[in-house]
Nanobody, 120 residues
C-alpha cells in the first residue's frame, strides 16, 4: 500500500492549484484522508481532513479558500486551493487511515510531499 501526492508547483498570488493524493495497493477499507503542510522553519500543520462519509475539517488559515474532497471509487483525495497567498508556500503532505487486505488493524499512511510555491 502506498500514497502518492502530486499537483504541486509554482503559482502566482491569487491563483489556484489542485493537489491529488492517490492510495494504491491491496486496500480493504479507506478511512479518513487529510492534508498537512510544513513551511521552512515551521511545524507541520493541519490543512484539511475528510472522513469516509464526507465530513470535513479545515485549518483556520485556509477556511473559505481551500476545499477537500475525495473519490472513494478511485481511492483518491483532492485539495482544491484557491486565492493562494505567499504564506501558503510549503511542502504539502497527504495521509490516509486505511486497512490493508489481510491486515486486521488500521494504519495511517503518508504520501511523499509535494511542494507548493506561491510567488510572483
Amino acid at each position: 500500500v502506498q500514497l502518492q501526492a502530486f499537483g504541486g508547483g509554482l503559482v502566482q498570488p491569487g491563483g489556484s492549484l489542485r493537489l491529488s493524493c492517490a492510495a494504491s495497493g491491496s486496500i480493504a477499507t479507506l478511512g479518513a484522508m487529510g492534508w498537512y503542510r510544513q513551511a521552512p522553519g515551521k511545524l507541520r500543520e493541519l490543512v484539511a481532513q475528510i472522513t469516509s462519509g464526507g465530513n470535513t475539517n479545515y485549518g483556520d488559515s485556509v477556511k473559505g479558500r481551500f476545499t477537500i474532497s475525495r473519490d472513494n471509487a478511485k481511492n483518491t483525495g483532492y485539495l482544491q486551493m484557491n486565492s493562494l497567498k505567499p504564506e501558503d508556500t510549503a511542502v504539502y503532505y497527504c495521509n490516509a487511515d486505511l486497512r490493508a487486505v489481510g491486515v486486521p488493524i488500521w494504519r495511517t499512511y503518508w504520501g511523499q510531499g509535494t511542494l507548493v510555491t506561491v510567488s510572483s
